[in-house]
């Protein structure tokens, strides 16, 4: 009786041993990390403002003067094993700028705070790829896109 009882523990070990290992042996679905910079350069002749969200600092607005820039750099995972730039990002856009996944940013300028469309969508953007797994995309605001809101608040 003893040797059964041992016997029976025994098992359920090795069973319980085996269901934990054949359990991380499938192939799951791998994250894979990629980084992006976004880079938004002023252009136009006005002073702009608007938000960005980053992992690193929250929620912040950016002003930028005539012919000015800032970049912000995002590290996110998820994705395909080999991501094309030119189609892989416009939900990481939509993690950046506010509102974005609405279809359109909210800029400041002139007085005005309008629905601007163009950097909300990746298409609209340059992009480089600067290493592997990491791409840089650039938005340029120029007084064409600002003389073009969606509409003004």
């Known amino acids: ?3 059964k009882g041992t016997w029976m523990r025994c098992l359920l070990i090795g069973i319980s041993i085996l269901i934990i290992s054949l359990s991380g042996c499938g192939e799951g679905e791998t994250e894979y990390r990629l980084d992006t910079e976004f880079v938004f350069v002023n252009e136009s002749s006005r002073a702009i403002t608007f938000t ?3 992992q690193r600092e929250g929620k912040t607005k950016v002003s930028l003067a005539p012919n000015e820039k800032d970049t912000v750099l995002l590290l996110a995972s998820g994705g395909f094993e080999n991501p094309n730039p030119d189609s892989c990002c416009q939900g990481l856009l939509h993690g950046v700028l ?3 996944d609405q279809g359109f940013t909210v800029v400041r300028f002139d007085n005005n705070t309008c629905m601007i469309q163009e950097p909300a969508m990746i298409s609209n953007y340059t992009n480089e790829i600067l290493g592997h ?3 840089r995309y650039t938005f340029v605001f120029t ?4 003389d073009n809101p969606i509409r003004c608040l």
Do not use: H, K, N, Y
């Open 98 to 100: 506010d509102q974005s």
């Open 143 to 146: 007084d064409e896109v600002l």
């Open 1 to 3: 009786m003893q040797q």
């Open 133 to 135: 797994r990491l791409f």
């Open 52 to 54: 960005i969200i980053s």
